[in-house]
């Protein structure tokens, strides 16, 4: 490509390139340069995330079907302020864009999307990007706001400067992006692009001397800062109000997931139970519909219900991640969390592991310090994540009675559903704090955080987070709970009998394979007061919590005394207040999550960490069960 | 010479090197913690610490042992004087920006 070519200079192929020529582009950027609002205004819908093979640095794929090229894939990159190899996300695009990440082509071309807001310090980005010699198109993001607010910059001289095709966009608008398809349409043959005088990869210094003589020769001039973001945090950020405010959001979200989500997943179990009528009178009467009705759809539906409630919760983390104020909570957390041992970094993992650890481990690699990375990985599953919604709230809604106190501002439901999540709490930052005083003590690490401006979220990429985390939960619903249901159902129906008429008929639940491993393991959790059918329930919500909810299900569908009976008083059958009460604690500690260990795995390169955490999650979970159990049958009888 | 967790709320002053290990020292850099930038102590996190620091246009916020080591010169008559005369100029930038939205409705 000519150096000369900038944004008024292209010009449009004569034909169509020919096919197969260019297939895969790649987009990088620094964090809060709007790389994420491009990569969704470049692909429309079609996007997937994934991980990219072998590390936890998570990939948005999708087709770039916004700008007409359905025929490309881009490769969203993580935000990157440097290609310096220290963090595992700056390694990760270097093997990309080298074409060394096993399973990833070698990308045809790049775009490189810079903040024209700040651009000085950006350009230190773009000299190693192109020293890597792939074609590439450098995107000025905010360039209406960087004029709005009295900056300037000479895009053609910058072209000029840098050697390859420079625009000025707005992602936000969508404003400039004709030209990502004329620069691609010019990329029909790989050339290597001209070497640069650029400076030495890795070296900050002359990086920024670099960046700055060409910003000089530019005539680049810095937009002035506005001062809404500062005013914001004047409140937000207020010695008093702060974090008072703080707790109110916290609490506040917690709040509505419960007293918004409650109705909202009532409504759907109605309508999951009305399909499982449906079915029932479509179905022939027999070993079909029982498989289906009470083996899969009770199972499934079963965990279904929550879906509502789970998806809140990720809506408001996305709300609160993309306006910015998780940063400023960071900021406002980092004194407790150094109390304990950790950086106010790790308390962006802590918070989203509410929701789910999976994503929340994979965020601790903003960490830098190895060793509080580690230490944060191996506290998040005590988090109270959603998963343990569907158990804790089935079992509080069949034992806990519904008690009213301070005028119906304060129920017994919602304390004891408090305390799961402040014991879950309590215990990370009693093991946060273990681990930093032994195994991992290190010297504290710096804490290096950006507070970006303040932005409203956009209705599109909060509606992509929730799509996608229902496509997930429906994923595993749709294989892993099916999966378990249907072979619980089996289990529960073997070995086929003989009855006296000489019919064949299926087992006592006690008397079926399911049933003698049940008993197998009842000697272990009989002092928690868990009898073999609670303990099949354990064994199964190893690969998931939620399964624990599906497999009571399939369970009591399987027995003639609880068939027509609801969940709720079907489980007093088997469990008593204080047997209850031990296994939501002995939920709040263990590991039941076979994704989670999935992940620390993948992140600590080592099985022995998913192990010891395993080990140890169960223990504490043990340990406590069998106090709470035992306190219960003191006091309560 | 100072270094940058000494200076007060609202104070700044230029970047002269910074006292840290190299991989700090790297991404700091990159965030625009180089020679001879002008740093602005812009507020405090509720607990005292860290202290949120303006750098060309950003705000980052550091832990006081990481300022500790952050080496600073007095900023220049010259330079207070354009930070002085930017501060003025941002309010009237803000009346712009808010009518020409206003216009825009």
């Known amino acids: 490509m000519s150096a000369c070519c900038s944004t008024p200079a292209f010009t449009p192929p004569k034909s169509p390139p020919p096919a197969g020529t260019l297939r895969t582009v790649v987009l990088i950027g620094p964090p809060n340069s709007g790389k994420s609002t491009l990569f969704n205004r470049l692909t429309g819908l079609r996007q997937k995330v994934a991980n990219f093979p072998g590390v936890t640095v998570e990939q948005r794929l ?11 894939t881009l490769i969203d990159l993580p935000g990157v302020y440097s290609l310096d190899p220290f963090s595992e996300d700056a390694r990760v695009s270097i093997d990309v864009l080298r074409g060394k990440m096993v399973g990833t082509p070698k990308p045809d071309a790049v775009l490189l999307v810079l903040d024209s807001l700040h651009l000085t310090r950006q350009l ?5 990007v192109l020293a890597l010699g792939l074609p590439t198109l450098v995107l000025l993001n905010m360039s209406d706001l960087m004029e709005a607010r009295g900056g300037r910059i000479d895009a053609l001289k910058l072209a000029r400067e840098l050697g390859t095709p420079v625009a000025q966009i707005s992602a936000v608008h ?51 800062s506005v ?58 009467a027999g070993w079909v519909q029982s498989l289906i009705l009470d083996g899969a759809w009770k199972g499934i539906s079963s965990v279904l219900v929550f879906l509502p409630q789970i998806l809140l919760l990720f809506l408001f983390i996305g709300i609160l991640e993309d306006s910015g104020y998780l940063s400023r909570a960071a900021l406002i957390a980092d004194r407790v969390m150094r109390s304990i041992g950790l950086n ?34 191996l506290v998040t599953p005590f988090m109270t994540c959603s998963a343990r919604l569907p158990v804790y709230m089935l079992l509080i809604a069949a034992f806990i009675p519904n008690i009213v106190y301070l005028h119906g501002f304060l129920g017994l439901r919602t304390i004891v559903m408090l305390s799961l999540y402040l014991a879950g709490l309590l215990a990370a930052m009693f093991t946060a704090r273990l681990l930093k005083s032994s195994i991992l003590k290190s010297s504290d690490a710096p804490f290096i955080l950006e507070l970006p401006q303040y932005r409203m979220p956009t209705l599109r990429s909060l509606a992509l987070r929730v799509l996608d985390r229902a496509r997930i939960f429906l994923r595993n619903a749709g294989t892993i709970i099916l999966c378990v249901t249907l072979a619980l159902w089996v289990m529960a129906h073997l070995p086929v009998m003989h009855t006296a008429t000489g019919a064949y008929a299926a087992p006592e639940l006690a008397d079926s394979l399911i049933g003698r491993l049940g008993h197998f393991i009842e000697p272990a959790i009989a002092p928690l007061g868990f009898n073999w059918k609670i303990g099949i329930g354990l064994l199964s919500s190893v690969l998931a919590r939620e399964v624990m909810v599906s497999t009571m299900g399939t369970l009591y569908g399987a027995e003639a005394d609880t068939h027509a009976l609801s969940l709720q008083t079907a489980l007093h059958h088997d469990m008593t207040l204080g047997g209850s009460l031990a296994l939501m604690i002995f939920f709040a500690f263990a590991m039941q999550c076979t994704s989670t260990m999935a992940v620390v795995r993948r992140e600590t390169n080592s099985w022995k960490w998913p192990a010891v955490q395993f080990l140890y999650m169960l223990a504490m979970a043990w340990i406590a069960a069998f106090a709470v159990n035992h306190i219960a049958m003191a006091f309560l009888g | 010479m100072s270094v940058l967790s000494k200076l007060n709320l609202g104070e700044s002053g230029i970047l002269v090197s910074l006292d840290l290990p190299e991989s700090v020292q790297n991404h700091l850099m990159h965030m625009g913690f180089v020679p ?9 996190a509720p607990a005292g610490d860290p202290t949120v620091y303006g750098v060309d246009g950003m705000e980052i916020a550091l832990r ?42």
């Open chain 1, 62 to 72: 999708g087709l770039m079907a916004g700008v007409g090229r359905p025929d490309l």
């Open chain 1, 124 to 128: 230190m980005l773009a000299a190693s």
């Open chain 1, 174 to 224: 969508g404003t400039g992006l004709d030209a990502v398809p004329l620069f691609l349409n010019q990329q029909t043959t790989r050339k290597a692009a001209k070497p640069l005088a650029l400076p030495v990869l890795g070296n900050a210094a002359s990086a920024h001397n670099w960046a700055a003589q060409v910003s000089r020769s530019t005539g680049y001039h810095a937009p002035l």
């Open chain 1, 227 to 284: 001062e809404g973001t500062r005013k914001i945090d004047d409140i937000l950020l207020h010695r008093i109000w702060g974090p008072l405010l703080f707790l109110v959001v916290v609490v506040g979200v917690f709040e509505v997931v419960f007293s918004v989500g409650q109705p909202l997943s009532d409504g759907f179990g109605v309508i999951l139970a009305q399909i499982g009528n449906l079915m029932r009178d479509v179905l022939p």
């Open chain 1, 344 to 377: 106010g970094k790790a308390f962006i993992p802590l918070l989203s592991a509410y929701a789910c650890a999976v994503p929340a481990i994979m965020a601790t690699r903003t960490i830098e310090n190895k060793r509080d990375r580690l230490a944060t990985i």
């Open chain 2, 36 to 44: 001879d930038a002008l740093v602005t102590v812009l507020r405090r």
């Open chain 2, 64 to 105: 006081r042992e990481t300022a500790a080591a952050i080496r600073m010169r007095a900023a220049d008559v010259e330079t207070q004087e354009a930070g002085v005369a930017a501060k003025g100029q941002k309010i009237d930038t803000n009346k712009d920006l808010t009518e020409l939205i206003e216009a825009e409705r």
